[in-house]
């Protein structure tokens, strides 16, 4: 006998949304750092401003701190997701 209840589809529903949010932002940190990383190793903007040149290495220097975190809140939506969907199977 499978017990469901009314709220249940609302709530792996917001789940889902949530898990799919903490992913966009994962991957948009890793896409940002990429980016970054590959335009701080461009040689003219070194010799432009060299100032310049470190700006662009931010993004990688954030995503160090960054990224190990949104991991971990990507991984406890999955858990979380996983947990709520096998009661309901």
């Not at 970054?36 to 993004?59: C, K, S, T």
Request: aromatic share 16%; charged share 20%; net charge positive.
């Amino acid at each position: 006998m499978d017990k469901t209840y009314p709220g249940d589809k609302e709530d792996s529903e917001i789940l889902l949304r949530r898990k799919k949010i903490a992913l966009y932002w994962l991957l948009g940190t890793i896409y940002t750092a990429f980016l970054g990383m590959q335009l701080g190793r461009i040689q003219a903007i070194a010799d432009f401003n060299y100032n310049l040149h470190e700006v662009m290495f931010l993004p990688v220097n954030i995503a160090f701190f960054l990224v190990p975190v949104e991991f971990l809140i990507y991984m406890f939506f999955v858990i979380k997701c996983y947990i709520k969907n096998k009661k309901n199977i």
